[in-house]
């Protein structure tokens, strides 16, 4: 699997793409953020049952071997949060999801992206350059599902420290032919979590 590195010209992030397969066309991920060092110890347990083909982890992940003790479980792709150094983790990647011979969708990976229940005018904008579908972030531990036309975005809350009063939830991404239904996960008890909404997204026709 492939990556390529560069700076984009906000605030000269570093920005990487990198591909995950499915030769199935169907596809399961798991969505973490904000571990802040300290997962959940139900965490491992949790990810384990669902047997996804990689995890995501949207930044302010603390101690990288947080990372490494994840990687026991599928293969990680993460981005750094502001508590994060720079030098161990991009600060955006695109994600590119493909059979093998077209991108069914993509994702755009970061730490912040919205602001309140509004999508971040810098985050819409290289969503749109990168041609992505999805955004997944973190940074607010606040669960959050939202679809605008043409791109949906997604916060899978924090399964790292309780904040205030917020569950300790991550997310998960499937794809089907029906094409891909975003949930959350209550860390505690291996129930769906239900925010808001729940939004579904179609797959791209090639």
Known sequence: MGASRRRTAT???????RQISTLSGDLRLALVADTHSKPHPLVR???QTLRPAAILHAGDIGDPRVI?????VAPVHAVRGNIDGRAEFPDVLTLRVSDGSSILFS????????YGPRLRPEARKLATQEDCDLVVCGHSHVP???????LAVF?????GPRRFELPIVFGTLELS??????RHIDCETGDVWSPPSSPSLTGRQN
Do not use: Y
């Open 177 to 182: 032919a029906k094409g891909i239904q975003l």
């Open 155 to 159: 916060n899978p809350g924090s399964i």
């Open 144 to 150: 959050f599902a939202a679809r605008w036309p043409g």
């Open 107 to 114: 994702i755009l990976l970061l730490h912040i992206a919205v």
């Open 11 to 17: 605030a000269s992030l570093t920005h990487e793409t």
């Open 45 to 47: 347990e949790r990810l």
């Open 68 to 72: 490494d003790e994840l990687a026991t």
